[in-house]
């Protein structure tokens, strides 16, 4: 059974800093490429960041280059999202999900097969 669990959703003021993991079972980073969306109340999911290539490679939106890392332990199977100067459109809940085929990459979530449960990021001002 494929599972994904995302944590490290929080409370952050603007400018601060959080750290998402999400633990993955059920397959593996050789196998698939994951990766972490974001949806905002009354808005569709974005992709923001994935990881690919046997956890060797990852991917950026634009408007998340050089403030979030997306890194992976392919010995523990999680992949975590360091996300730093946080703004209010960060906010909404962050999913991790995943797909088989390491390699390439994906923002749109309906390349994507398998899904964790949301975790919330709130930044206040």
């Known amino acids: 059974e494929v599972q994904l669990q995302a944590s490290g959703g929080g409370l952050v003021q603007v400018g601060g800093s959080l750290r998402l993991s999400c633990r993955i079972s059920?397959?593996?980073?050789?196998?698939?490429?994951v990766g972490w969306c974001r949806q905002a109340r009354g808005k569709g999911r974005e992709g923001v960041a994935c990881?690919?290539?046997?956890?060797?490679?990852?991917h950026y939106r634009e408007f998340v280059k050089g403030r979030f890392t997306v890194s992976s332990d392919n010995a523990k199977n999680t992949v975590s999202l360091q996300m730093n100067n946080l703004t209010p459109e960060d906010t909404p809940v962050y999913y991790c999900?995943?797909?088989?085929?390491?390699?390439?990459?994906?923002?749109?979530?309906?390349?994507?097969?398998?899904w964790g449960q949301g975790t919330l990021v709130t930044v206040s001002s």
């Open positions: 999900a995943g797909f088989e085929d390491s390699k390439n990459f994906a923002f749109a979530d309906n390349q994507y097969e398998y």
């Open positions: 059920g397959f593996t980073l050789e196998d698939y490429t």
């Open positions: 990881i690919s290539n046997r956890g060797t490679t990852t």
